[in-house]
């Protein structure tokens, strides 16, 4: 089936959920959906997302999401790509302590704070809808849990991370720049770069690049941070890089056709 929209399900207990708390769920909601689509597409018209339907099903509240069509080149069902990869990423935080494709580590925070129960709140359940929806994920106490674990450091060493760079600001904390940067397994990698090299970033938006530094990883080694003291440039697409073949030596038919990012996020897949 495919997706038209989101359905956003609110499930009361005793009181009425809180209109703030409401309010804030869908802000979270739409908060992880922009991100997501970030990572989905580095470049291009952000979908906005509207009320399509509001509804009380019993102790329920129902929301419906959609995407506002556009005068755009950018198809529908591109646009709809984040209210899969969230339904998804959802599903995956109920069974591992894992950063989803296409989650960036605040994504997975956001989640977790959807799984706690409070004001009026006993869970909210994510579903994508065609007319009816589909498989609901509800955000439960494992999803909090491991949306916890997820981000939470395991190990710290000193390493590298590549990807293209995706997302520059500035932080709360004096001297440094936040970067994002998105990997070959389409997840993101947040960085903390001295200002010292703020002109080098912006110079480097957009294109690939390494990070050298030191890596926090949580328990599935998955780099979730880098503090960052080196900047490199790398090449684009597949200039001054080995070739599939190079890399597979013998082998070489094993994954025919597949550029270098594809069969590095295959062997780590």
């Given at each position: ?98 950063v989803p494709r296409l989650f960036a580590p605040n994504t997975v925070t956001r989640l977790g704070r959807l799984a706690e129960p409070r004001d009026g709140v006993q869970s ?146």
């Open positions: 089936m495919t997706a038209t929209g989101l359905e956003v399900r609110v499930h009361e207990g005793r009181e009425r959920a809180e209109a703030v708390r409401v309010a804030r769920t869908l802000t979270e909601v739409v908060g992880s959906l922009h991100e997501i689509d970030r990572i989905h597409l580095l470049r291009g018209t952000r979908a906005t997302w509207v009320l399509a339907d509001m509804e009380r099903e019993a102790h329920d509240l129902v929301i419906r999401l959609e995407a506002r069509l556009v005068p755009t080149g950018r198809d529908m069902a591109d646009m709809l790509v984040p209210v899969l990869a969230l339904v998804d990423g959802a599903e995956t935080l109920q069974h591992e302590a894992e909210v359940t994510l579903a994508t809808y065609n007319g009816s929806p589909g498989k609901p994920v509800v955000l439960s106490d494992a999803v909090r849990e491991n949306a916890a674990q997820a981000v939470r450091s395991f190990e710290v060493a000193y390493g590298s991370v590549s990807g293209t760079l995706s997302a520059l600001r500035d932080t709360r904390t004096k001297g440094t720049v936040k970067v994002t940067v998105r990997t070959a397994a389409r997840q993101a990698v947040d960085g903390h770069v001295p200002e010292s090299l703020a002109d080098q970033l912006r110079e480097l938006w957009r294109h690939r690049v390494m990070l050298g530094g030191k890596v926090r990883r949580n328990s599935r080694g998955q780099a979730i941070r880098i503090d960052v003291d080196t900047v490199e440039r790398l090449p684009e697409g597949n200039e001054g890089r080995p070739s599939t073949d190079s890399l597979l030596g013998a082998a070489a038919d094993w994954l025919d056709d597949l550029t270098v990012d594809e069969f590095v996020g295959r062997l780590r897949g």
